[in-house]
């Protein structure tokens, strides 16, 4: 099986394009509704619900491990993330599976939200979903060094570039949740060889 330009989208239409990739279409459109919602309600009715906030998960709001991975405050973070997650996210939804892409985006969003609650005050709040999206790019970060069968040198190239600019912007800006982004993307190197397909496969 041949793997080519990881991240060039040769779909033709958005109906194509939801076909193909069911899994990150669905992301989109839940992260898109919220995003919608949080504008058009109330401001405290979705954020205090679902907000990432440090003091509210120790006294037991769990779930507030997972909501922020779907929570946007500002455009420009939602449209930053959406962005990113549709070019990064179809490649790995067709290598791994439906099931597979979906547990390990999770998982990955999850460890950035657990990190940041671990070595983060009780007053600090985050959302977004950057600890999952670097979660990707950590499975194409282990890709690109121990499974180069999976990869082509175009797309490994542009993963190690997209790192360094994301490592850059994430020390420079001081609204960024660096813990985030740091262990979703060491979360997703640590799980990808247990994720990713067993059978080699070969580029041009």
Do not use: C
Request: no cysteine; charged share 10%; aromatic share 16%.
């Amino acid at each position: 099986m041949e793997v080519l330009h990881l991240f060039i989208r040769n779909e033709r239409s958005i109906k194509e394009f939801m076909r193909l990739y069911p899994i990150v279409s669905w992301i989109v459109m839940i992260n898109t509704a919220i995003f919608l919602l949080i504008q058009v309600l109330p401001f405290n009715t979705i954020m205090l619900w679902g907000l990432g906030y440090n003091g509210l998960i120790a006294q037991g709001e769990y779930w507030r491990i997972l909501t922020p991975i779907f929570m946007h405050a500002s455009v420009g973070h939602f449209v930053f993330n959406t962005f990113s997650l549709i070019i990064f996210g179809p490649a790995l939804e067709r290598i791994l599976n439906k099931f597979k892409f979906t547990i390990i985006y999770l998982l990955t969003g999850i460890i950035g939200n657990i990190g940041t609650f671990v070595f983060e005050g009780p007053t600090y709040s985050h959302l977004g979903a950057s600890g999952a999206i670097y979660g990707l790019l950590g499975v194409y970060f282990f890709m690109r060094f121990l499974r180069k069968d999976l990869i082509d040198p175009g797309s490994a190239q542009i993963v190690i570039i997209i790192l360094i600019i994301g490592a850059a912007y994430t020390v420079i800006s001081p609204t960024i949740n660096l813990l985030a982004h740091l262990f979703g993307f060491v979360g997703g190197a640590l799980l990808a060889p247990l994720f990713l397909p067993k059978e080699r496969r070969r580029y041009l």
